[in-house]
């Protein structure tokens, strides 16, 4: 309140700063005062002639003289009497510019500064993009700026996925092909591209979609999408027998816990072809059979000792389980767990993964159904 106080009293001070001067009156008009003294100097020269001391002929010309003093003195008394007018229209403009200019201040203060207004937040007023707005307002800044600077590489490359993700197909393509032009061809941006023209398709795998995931391959050949949607096109085409060449060749020589696994592994099943599940050339303990392994650990395994290989082996197996209790819609994953059990002779550990299988997918029929055949081909009551 003290404060409010305070401005109140600075904003009539400069008001007052300002409006004294124009209320004040001008330096007193000396008119009035001069023409009684030109009247008595008229009625001095009279006496001054009846006392004898001028005589007719100097009084008569120091009457003209005074006159025509008299007469200038009277005319410009005449003229001030306006500049009184004036004086009390300054006094009026200064006592409506005092009450009025703290009511009109007052009445937009409370229209546009009442402090009841809700708060115009940073974030609002910042030109930075915020994370929190809506995707298709960062999507929209991104665009414009792209509209200036067009030959911008990575901010293509930022925008396309984002508007693959949004459905923006046609848009995406774009972005893709400016993002190879400007930031530089690669087996990824490639297949990306391929994928957003299956997307633009409707998903079928076009020749021009093809021919960018052939390109992707050709730069890199275990790029597993383009890999992946090549076998797609042989699908679609109605060669299956190569679709399945290729997907089998992708599982054998991709990592065990690759998150395309189960993708590829179910498309492999669409076309009836055989998931490979077993890694050759490496002896669990025992002689029997050791669960599938990656090609690294297989070089790695042959050159361990009997209890080394069991123990990584072992290692594999306890990751495969942690993995399938984050993901246990992964078929595939629980017959190889059921399996590696079996491999090492430990049937609880088996038979308890089983029940865990089962647990996880039995809302599923297709999944149990796939599960319990499995378990027939590995000897078990499915």
Known sequence: MTLWFVFALMTVAAIFAVLWPLSRRGRADSGGSEVVVYRDQLAEIDRDMAAGIIGAAEADAARIEISRRLLAAADQSGQ????QGSLTLR????????????VIASGFYL?????????????????????????????????????????????????????SRLGRYDDAVRAYRNAI??????ADRRADLGEALLGSAGG????????EFERAVALNGDDAKANYFLGLAAEQDGRKADAAALWQKMLAKGPSDAPWRPLVQAALVRVGGTVPDVSPGVIAPGGVSAPALPDGAVAAAKD???ADRGAMIKGMVDRLATRLKTNGDDVEGWLR?????????ERDKAMSALADARQAVAKDADRLRQLNEGLKNLGLDG
Do not use: C, I
């Open 80 to 83: 001030n009497t306006p500049v």
């Open 91 to 102: 006094r009026a403009a200064a006592l409506v510019a005092l009450v009025g200019l703290p």
């Open 111 to 163: 229209a546009l500064g009442s402090p009841r207004l809700g708060d115009f937040p940073l974030a609002e007023r910042s030109k930075v993009a915020d994370a929190n707005q809506p995707l298709a307002n960062l999507v929209a800044q991104v665009e414009a700026h792209l509209e200036k600077n067009p030959t911008d590489g990575r901010g293509w490359t930022v925008l396309a996925p984002v508007l």
């Open 181 to 186: 032009t400007y930031a530089g061809d690669s």
């Open 204 to 211: 079928v795998v076009t020749a021009d979609a093809k021919a």
């Open 304 to 306: 361990m000792s009997e």
């Open 337 to 345: 767990l059921v399996r590696a059990y079996l491999v090492m002779g």
